[in-house]
């Protein structure tokens, strides 16, 4: 995957010229406004999320797989969400624990959407996406061995210089999905930088709130790493040694209190 620059457009030829067709059908449009929330995998932080949605709120774009939009509406239309997430399983849509977390914390938001007139998609591109699931399985692998005593500190940077490439890559795909799909007044969870920025290029009024802030170990790692890709800001081994230690410590609380409990926790540790 051949590195990509701040300020490069992601993507390839097939889709600048996607991207173009949908940039041309809106470009009469009064400006659309898009508002994002940057949340956390969790009940509260989802349906803290939901209250801050606008009142005129037409679409709503989840930080999840397009083909997770069906299953999406069907727990929002009342339908009981573990047996969603059941049959979900069964049809091979949630493969790691990371995936079952993500539902458990949509339930959080499915009670706010329910009777308000919301259009809600999944977003994340599927070939991404399941190259983060990838991201998540070799992360567990490297935090085993890392309890084991071994922290390969330049293994971690390039798992995630990998995920954030990942992201890069498809960032114009998904912003042509939403710019489809959008209505006048939208919101988005947990959209990436270059996904906002693209957007806000596209002629949407962007305006980013934070529901609950990075604050896990790795969420921290991935923004020094990305500092380090586009900010040119060195990250020193030492550091990097640090934040695993930190995201040890923290999975460790998730092991004694569960991953709601743990998360909370943790962020009070850190006065977040």
Not at 144 to 156: F, H, P
Not at 173 to 179: G, P, Q, S, V
Not at 193 to 222: A, H, I, N, Q
């Amino acid at each position: 995957m051949s590195a990509l620059r701040e300020g490069d457009p992601p993507g390839g030829e097939a889709s600048n010229l996607f991207g173009k067709e949908v940039r041309e059908k809106i470009g009469g449009n009064l400006a659309r406004r898009m508002e994002v929330l940057v949340t956390a995998e969790t009940r509260s932080s989802k349906g803290r999320a939901g209250l801050m949605l606008p009142p005129s709120c037409e679409c709503l774009f989840l930080d999840l797989p397009m083909d997770h939009t069906e299953y999406v509406g069907r727990m929002i239309g009342g339908e009981d969400p573990e047996k969603v997430v059941e049959e979900m399983e069964r049809r091979g849509k949630v493969m790691i624990p990371e995936d079952l977390q993500e539902l458990r914390a949509l339930e959080g938001l499915l009670g706010v959407l329910r009777g308000r007139k919301i259009k809600v998609f999944g977003y994340r591109d599927l070939s991404s996406y399941r190259l983060s699931r990838e991201t998540a399985l070799a992360l567990l692998r490297l935090t085993i061995r890392a309890k084991l005593g071994r922290i390969a500190t330049t293994e971690w940077k390039e798992v995630l210089r990998r995920e954030i490439q990942n992201r890069l890559q498809v960032a114009e795909l998904e912003a042509d999905f939403i710019a489809s799909k959008a209505g006048e007044e939208n919101a988005c969870l947990d959209a990436t930088p270059e996904l906002v920025r693209l957007l806000s290029e596209w002629g949407f009024e962007t305006e980013v709130r934070t529901v609950d802030p990075p604050c896990r170990p790795l969420d921290l790692l991935l923004g020094r790493v990305r500092e380090e890709m586009f900010g040119g800001r060195k990250l020193e081994e030492e550091e990097v040694r640090e934040l695993v230690r930190e995201h040890l410590r923290f999975v460790d609380l998730v092991l004694e209190k569960g991953y709601e409990r743990a998360y909370e926790l943790w962020k009070r540790l850190k006065g977040v």
